[in-house]
């Protein structure tokens, strides 16, 4: 499917000129102008991106509004965009999340306020290009470019050790890639001269070629994902990260890595992706069981969300290994809710740090008594992080659980495990933070949400519920593609 207008390209490229129309105003004497050219971009970003959605036909497995101009002829690189079932929903997601961002920065950063904002919608253009780009050089650049607006964000705006944080992320994201480029090139020479991805899924590739070929994508969206052992990155990024640059971490830029298996390893590399499924099932239910302990454990509230969402992922990169149709399309689920939820409980962190400078549990206590609403949403959405029925952190567990039985019974208890921990960890933090007698003068002394505030956590909280209550707008777009995906997976090309 062709489409007339261009609604991908304005996807990537209206955040990313938006973000250097906003850069150009510079200075600080022009704030208010500043914000709100960056809000208007971020809702010309979300509306550019609605027509995907509501032009989609969910009857097809196939890419749609596809877009093809040649780019560098000489090596077959072009830019090539599209969109199918799996990717569609994240596209939306990442403006939807970039307009909260926006609004949740409106009076809590003062200082290089454009490029502030410059930085989160050239960071929004840019992911919507990974998730839209068909073209293996082009997916390429996209998803390296993620690197550079957050690490000047991070290394910004960020708290004392930002510098070492932005470092850490940077150095172990960059590594990570560098293999993919060595298989995307080996590609490229195997399938004599195309980049084009989709070329990628019908390639006769030997068993040992593939195997080496999925550790080389493996480390690049590991490392992303995160998952276990190459985690250690995420908890300081989003400790130091400002409270914007935490929101958009965890709710998209770690699905970029979930969404590579999906458009790289499982249908290029199906050989391998079966051979080495008990490899990833393994890493997979050490982040669920393990990293859960770990969250378990935490005294500063970051640093626990930021567990929690390694926990989550490795649901994720469980239901993509278990190859049927409910484990795939509820580790897709999971990461849509996930992006609503970590999103969510980042932003509740934020407002408390607002006003205590503060992120230690400790330091709370009875914030129901003089925060009601703002206790309220974040116990709603502490329940969805929990798993809790109605909520959207529910639909893609018990998808994904639902799936694991279908594929072994043990895998699935291992995986279950998760709701209780989830249970643990949230239910321990909301118990000391939330409620209670009022903790000390400090927290007496705390005002309830203001009209801003509401607005972006509202949004989020009637996200949450929408999506828990009726899942059907979100699972019905992606049927076709997964049914393809997993009738590629299932065809060997030995």
């Known amino acids: 499917m062709s489409a007339g207008v261009p609604y991908l390209s304005l996807a990537i490229w209206v955040p990313v000129l938006a973000g250097l ?21 971020a809702l010309l970003g979300f509306v550019v991106a609605i027509p995907l959605y509501t032009g989609f036909n969910a009857a097809s497995g196939a890419m749609q509004f596809v877009e093809f101009v040649p780019w560098i002829p000489r090596f077959s690189v072009n830019y090539h965009l599209g969109v199918d079932g799996i990717s569609v929903l994240f596209v939306l997601l990442n403006s939807f999340i970039t307009i909260l961002v926006v609004i949740a920065g409106w009076t809590v950063i003062e200082s290089r306020v454009a490029q502030y904002y410059a930085a989160f919608l050239v960071l929004s253009g840019v992911m919507n290009g990974v998730f839209a780009a068909l073209d293996g050089v082009l997916f390429y650049v996209f998803f390296e470019a993620t690197l550079i607006p957050m690490f000047i964000i991070i290394g910004v705006w960020g708290g004392p050790n930002r510098v070492y944080a932005a470092l850490k992320f940077f150095l172990y994201t960059l590594a990570g890639s560098l293999l993919m480029l060595v298989a995307v090139l080996y590609l490229y020479n195997a399938s004599g001269g195309s980049f084009a991805i989709l070329d990628w899924h019908t390639l006769p ?28 990155w995420l908890p300081d990024a989003h400790v130091e990260a400002p409270t914007g640059g935490s929101v958009v971490l965890a709710a998209i830029m770690l699905k970029l890595g979930a969404y590579g298996f999906v458009r790289f390893t499982l249908p290029i590399l199906p050989d391998a992706s079966r051979e080495l499924a ?27 969300i930021a567990y929690s969402s390694i926990s989550h992922m490795g649901f994720v990169t469980l239901g993509f290994f278990i190859f049927n ?9 999971q990461m849509i809710s996930h992006g609503f939820v970590s999103a969510a409980l980042f932003l509740c962190v934020g407002v408390m740090y607002d006003r205590m400078h503060s992120r230690m549990i400790s330091d709370y206590g009875g914030v129901v008594n003089t925060m009601p609403k703002f206790a309220t949403l974040m116990m709603l959405f502490a329940m969805a992080n929990a798993g809790l029925p109605a909520t959207s952190g529910f639909v893609g567990e018990f998808m994904v659980i639902m799936g694991a039985v279908k594929a072994n019974f043990w895998i699935a208890v291992a995986a ?3 709701l209780v921990f989830g249970a643990a960890y949230t239910l321990w933090m909301v118990k000391r933070v939330i409620f209670g007698a009022v903790g000390n003068e400090r927290v007496a002394a705390l005002t309830d949400l203001n009209p801003r505030e509401f607005v972006v956590l509202g949004l989020l909280a009637a996200a949450v519920l929408f999506m828990g209550l ?3 707008p979100f699972t019905e777009v992606m049927h076709a593609s997964v049914a393809d995906l997993l009738r590629h997976v299932a065809a060997s090309k030995i």
């Open 278 to 304: 008990w490899f990833m099932i393994a890493l997979s239910l050490v982040a669920v069981v393990y990293i859960g302990l770990v969250a378990l454990v935490q005294t500063d509230m970051k640093k626990l």
């Open 325 to 333: 149709a409910y484990g795939v399309e509820g580790g897709l689920i």
């Open 416 to 418: 279950g495990t998760t």
């Open 205 to 232: 590739l030997p068993l040992g070629v593939q195997v080496l070929l999925f550790f080389g994508f493996l480390l690049a969206f590991a490392v992303k994902v995160p998952m276990w052992p190459v985690h250690t």
């Open 21 to 41: 129309g906003v850069l150009a105003t510079g200075g600080d004497r022009s704030a208010a102008l500043q914000r709100g050219l960056a809000l208007a971009g």
């Open 470 to 472: 009726y899942p059907l």
